[in-house]
């Protein structure tokens, strides 16, 4: 039986769907550990063609052999408020400057969407986790 691969690092980004690249972020953290750029951008690439444009978080694992596995999360809860509302970006000055309101219900389709990566089981946590990226964002929950 093989020994298991050795880990060699852990590598986290943030990629619009079907829009890998080798330019900067992927190529400079991927080439600093000798893996194949392209290929990886193949692969991202075909395994989020469905996804439309929303940034997706990446997880790559890089082995002691330059092989390396890499697992898709959900996207950043800021996206999904900001797909949500149709906005552009949150507010500069979240305290003052309101850009949305988001209901208890999208809050909670958010929620459900982002619960496999988040680290809690429990919805109602999830939500508060939803509703605090909200207000630093400068969106207001309402009923």
Same mark, same amino acid.
């Given at each position: @039986?093989?020994?298991?691969?050795?880990?060699?690092?852990?590598?986290?980004?943030?990629?619009? *769907?079907?829009?890998?690249?080798?330019?900067?972020?992927?190529?400079?953290?991927? &080439?600093?550990?000798?893996?194949?750029? *392209?290929?990886?951008?193949?692969?991202?690439?075909?395994?989020?063609?469905?996804? &439309?444009?929303?940034?997706?978080?990446?997880?790559?694992?890089?082995?002691?052999? !330059?092989?390396?596995?890499?697992?898709? =999360?959900? +996207? +950043?809860? %800021?996206? @999904?408020?900001?797909?949500? $509302?149709? $906005?552009? =970006?949150?507010?500069?000055?979240?305290?003052?400057?309101?850009?949305?309101?988001?209901?208890?219900?999208?809050? !909670? *389709?958010?929620?459900? =969407?982002? $619960?496999?990566?988040?680290?809690?089981?429990?919805?109602? %946590?999830?939500? !508060?986790?939803?509703?605090?990226? *909200? !207000?630093? @964002? &400068?969106?207001?929950?309402?009923?």
């Amino acid at each position: @039986m093989a020994a298991p691969k050795k880990i060699k690092t852990l590598i986290k980004l943030q990629i619009p *769907a079907g829009k890998a690249n080798p330019a900067p972020p992927v190529g400079p953290a991927l &080439g600093q550990h000798g893996l194949n750029i *392209a290929e990886f951008c193949q692969k991202f690439n075909a395994a989020t063609s469905g996804k &439309g444009d929303e940034v997706t978080p990446v997880e790559i694992t890089v082995f002691d052999d !330059r092989t390396y596995t890499f697992i898709l =999360k959900t +996207p +950043p809860v %800021s996206e @999904m408020i900001k797909k949500t $509302l149709g $906005l552009a =970006k949150g507010s500069a000055k979240p305290l003052t400057e309101k850009v949305g309101k988001l209901t208890k219900e999208q809050v !909670r *389709a958010i929620a459900e =969407k982002k $619960l496999p990566d988040l680290n809690t089981e429990s919805l109602d %946590s999830a939500m !508060r986790t939803v509703e605090g990226t *909200a !207000r630093q @964002m &400068g969106v207001e929950v309402v009923q």
